[in-house]
């Protein structure tokens, strides 16, 4: 894996993302949901090469594993999304199980 400027915290669970399990959660989960679901609202039809965490996993192992937590993203529609959070520090709207946002009204 290549180094990154996590904090120590991040650090610490970062194994998870080369364990066996992971990639075969990760395998599973893009060949049910293989587009973005971003670039989908936008009208595009973009391969996801990303599984990311709708809910921040922060090391617990259960929601870093758990299905209906993971969403499908292309690596610029990631990047944005996290770019965003970690920049303001508000959270991008919560997302369901199948990837779309959930309508809070």
């Known amino acids: 894996m290549k180094s990154t ?5 991040a650090k610490a669970w970062q194994h998870l993302y080369a364990t066996s399990r992971w ?14 679901f971003m670039c989908n609202e936008d009208g595009r039809l973009t391969p996801a090469t990303v599984v990311d965490h709708i809910t921040p996993h922060k090391g617990d192992e259960h929601l870093f594993f758990d ?16 770019q965003s959070e970690e ?3 508000k959270a991008t709207p ?3 199980a ?3 946002p959930v309508d809070r009204r």
């Open 67 to 82: 299905a209906a937590n993971l969403s499908s993203l292309c690596k610029r529609h990631h990047d944005m999304h996290k």
């Open 94 to 96: 919560q997302r369901g």
């Open 98 to 100: 199948d990837g779309w």
């Open 23 to 36: 990639r075969k959660v990760r395998a599973i989960h893009l060949a049910g949901q293989p587009l973005c």
């Open 5 to 9: 400027h996590r904090s120590a915290a």
């Open 87 to 89: 920049r303001t520090g």
